[in-house]
């Protein structure tokens, strides 16, 4: 009876996920959005069956996404099949919600990052040098149409633009990694409300005032600010794009910490809850408010100034 039962909410899941999969291939509007519940079917049979009902269920998904779309459906179901399995088990363990979107982070990530070498292997497309190409020929273009007008193009500007594309090239890790835990913290966002609604018991995030990354992070932040001042490598080298890569990621995580404390700070003092939204929209529009909140995190961190403002009276 129980085997009945699961085999039949599998193919139900099953009809879902395939329902999911064929809106995202051939609606493209639509598709955009409705991608996002791709790993729900995944996080609920998880969440409720072993790892090993799980893996059957996810390799049957794979396999129903080959015959309802074409080989482009395979890697989106794998992606988030096995994200949503992953998720789904860490919920059945009773694990915290922050412990399963690290897992699901990381395996969205390994997938993201073994599709994109395969695209570069086995079929020659490297959309990241595609990519990078089209955004050059749009800056010569716009440089070719000021010359035809008679303005001479501002060469610092030409520079600016030019060193912003080589960066690009260089931080290709970083954006997969910031692309892996965006995604995987909007599918939780979308899909535990209806796990929620289905009976699955589903963790609570903590408040972010008090996220506290380790005091570790900050001493891998400083051997790689210290390691880039003493090496300077030259751009092109091996060391460039690993301190590179290890300096965009470790700073962004200095700014999360900010953050937080911004957000704590504002919970300890009675401030209005819009000061720290304000402050994130002023962090997009003014660099130097981004650098003072890094700062913050910073000192935050090492001097542990929430222990110094004390708790809410």
Same mark, same amino acid.
């Not at 779309?69 to 989106?76: C, D, K, S, V």
């Not at 005032?209 to 005091?215: M, S």
């Not at 880039?228 to 092109?236: I, R, V, Y």
């Given at each position: 009876?129980?085997?009945?039962?699961?085999?039949?909410?599998?193919?139900?899941?099953?009809?879902?996920?395939?329902?999911?999969? #064929?809106?995202?291939?051939?609606?493209?509007?639509?598709?955009?959005?409705?991608?996002?519940?791709?790993? #729900?079917?995944?996080?609920?049979?998880?969440?409720?069956?072993?790892?090993?009902?799980?893996? =059957?269920?996810?390799?049957?998904?794979?396999?129903?996404?080959?015959?309802?779309?074409?080989?482009?459906?395979?890697?989106?179901?794998?992606?988030?099949?096995?994200?949503?399995? =992953?998720?789904?088990?860490?919920?059945?363990?009773?694990?915290?919600?922050?412990?399963?979107?690290?897992?699901?982070?990381? =395996?969205?990530?390994?997938?993201?990052?073994?599709?994109?070498?395969?695209?570069?292997?086995?079929?020659?497309?490297?959309?990241?040098?595609?990519? =990078?190409?089209?955004?050059?020929?749009?800056?010569?273009?716009?440089?070719?149409?000021?010359?035809?007008?008679?303005?001479?193009?501002?060469?610092?500007?030409?520079?600016?633009?030019?060193?912003?594309?080589?960066?690009?090239?260089?931080?290709?890790?970083?954006?997969?990694?910031?692309?892996?835990?965006?995604?995987?913290?909007?599918?939780?966002?979308?899909?535990?409300?209806?796990?929620?609604?289905?009976?699955?018991?589903?963790?609570?995030?903590?408040?972010?005032?008090?996220?506290?990354?380790?005091?570790?992070?900050?001493?891998?932040?400083?051997?790689?600010?210290?390691?880039?001042?003493?090496?300077?490598?030259?751009?092109?080298?091996?060391?460039?794009?690993?301190?590179?890569?290890?300096?965009?990621?470790?700073?962004?995580?200095?700014?999360?910490?900010?953050?937080?404390?911004?957000?704590?700070?504002?919970?300890?003092?009675?401030?209005?809850?819009?000061?720290?939204?304000?402050?994130?929209?002023?962090?997009?529009?003014?660099?130097?408010?981004?650098?003072?909140?890094?700062?913050?995190?910073?000192?935050?961190?090492?001097?542990?100034?929430?222990?110094?403002?004390?708790?809410?009276?």
């Amino acid at each position: 009876m129980k085997n009945t039962y699961k085999l039949t909410e599998g193919a139900i899941l099953l009809a879902i996920f395939a329902v999911l999969l #064929l809106i995202t291939l051939y609606i493209p509007g639509l598709g955009m959005i409705v991608n996002l519940f791709l790993a #729900l079917p995944f996080m609920m049979f998880g969440a409720k069956h072993d790892w090993k009902s799980t893996a =059957v269920f996810t390799v049957a998904a794979v396999l129903l996404s080959m015959i309802l779309g074409t080989f482009l459906a395979m890697p989106l179901a794998l992606a988030y099949g096995t994200t949503g399995a =992953v998720m789904g088990y860490m919920m059945r363990e009773g694990k915290t919600r922050f412990a399963s979107y690290i897992a699901g982070s990381l =395996v969205f990530l390994i997938n993201l990052v073994a599709q994109y070498a395969l695209s570069i292997v086995l079929f020659k497309m490297n959309f990241i040098e595609e990519m =990078v190409e089209i955004f050059r020929a749009s800056v010569d273009q716009a440089i070719n149409m000021l010359e035809q007008m008679g303005q001479t193009p501002d060469e610092k500007l030409i520079s600016q633009f030019d060193a912003m594309v080589d960066m690009i090239e260089v931080l290709v890790p970083s954006m997969f990694v910031m692309a892996s835990f965006f995604i995987v913290f909007l599918l939780q966002l979308v899909s535990f409300p209806f796990l929620k609604r289905f009976g699955v018991k589903v963790p609570h995030w903590q408040p972010f005032r008090e996220l506290n990354l380790p005091k570790s992070i900050l001493w891998y932040y400083l051997i790689t600010m210290i390691a880039a001042l003493a090496l300077q490598p030259e751009k092109g080298t091996y060391w460039f794009w690993v301190i590179s890569n290890l300096s965009f990621i470790l700073q962004m995580l200095m700014v999360l910490q900010g953050i937080a404390f911004v957000f704590y700070l504002t919970y300890v003092k009675d401030y209005p809850k819009a000061v720290p939204i304000i402050v994130i929209v002023l962090m997009f529009l003014l660099p130097f408010v981004l650098y003072i909140v890094r700062i913050l995190g910073i000192i935050d961190l090492g001097f542990d100034l929430r222990k110094r403002l004390g708790e809410k009276k």
